[in-house]
């Protein structure tokens, strides 16, 4: 089992739906958790931290479910600009930058 | 202005043939990595300098090189290419390596291997 897993998609939803997506990860240890966005042959960029009592960022909310191991990220009233692939990272407990693992993301079209 | 800078955008080099990828920061963070990123899949960390220390992960090829002559550059020497290392290569940089660091990426080098 992968250490952080995605649902690749793609997620194919209108303008201003509202999508989710989730991302496990086995790693009990994991205390560390990011959202990354990626456009297509271009760098990953940070989204947001996701922290234990969940937060919200614009139309971002990303939570984190520790008993079921997995993150989330919803994303309301979505813009033809959020057609991107989302990256789920983790890392262990104290655990330094480099012991970080990305998920293979999840690729969301957002169509007229 | 671009904070992580790679170059070139698109490099092609042939099966064997050595290759240097380039990357500077205008941070002055003091950690520096390098990815690589092959279609659909992960990043996947190859290894990193704190500073001058170098740190090497357990499964990067010993084809796969690294140097950091000081805290702006850092160059990843690909001794012989293969058709496998085609890729995006990603330089970030990151202040320290603790917990919540967070990392800034350069725009990524596209490797072609002929």
């Known amino acids: 089992r992968k250490e952080v897993e995605q649902d690749p998609g793609p997620f194919n939803v209108p303008e201003g739906a509202t999508v989710a997506f989730n991302c496990t990860y086995s790693n009990s240890a994991s205390q560390s958790f990011f959202w990354y966005r990626q456009d297509c042959r271009k760098e990953p960029k940070l989204l947001m931290s996701v922290y234990s009592s969940g937060n919200e960022d614009g139309r971002f909310t990303a939570q984190l479910n520790r008993a079921s191991q997995y993150i989330s990220l919803l994303i309301r009233d979505s813009k033809l600009s959020d057609s991107a692939t989302y990256l789920c990272?983790?890392?262990?407990?104290?655990?330094?930058?480099?012991?970080?693992?990305f998920g293979t993301g999840t690729l969301l079209a957002v169509q007229p | 202005d671009a904070m992580v800078i790679q170059n070139p955008r698109y490099q092609v080099t042939q099966f064997g043939k050595p290759v240097t990828l380039s990357c500077s920061q205008t941070l002055n963070h003091n950690v520096m990595y390098w990815y690589q990123q092959k279609s659909s899949q992960a990043p996947k960390l190859l290894f990193h300098y704190y500073d001058k220390d170098f740190n090497n992960e357990a499964d990067t090829p010993d084809n796969f090189q690294s140097r950091r002559p000081n805290t702006s550059f850092c160059f990843l020497d690909i001794r012989s290419p293969g058709l496998g290392d085609a890729a995006m290569y990603l330089c970030?940089?990151?202040?320290?390596?603790?917990?919540?660091?967070?990392?800034?990426f350069g725009s990524g080098t596209q490797l072609s291997v002929l």
């Open positions: 970030a940089t990151s202040r320290g390596t603790g917990t919540n660091e967070k990392l800034f």
């Open positions: 990272v983790g890392g262990p407990y104290g655990g330094a930058t480099n012991k970080l693992i």
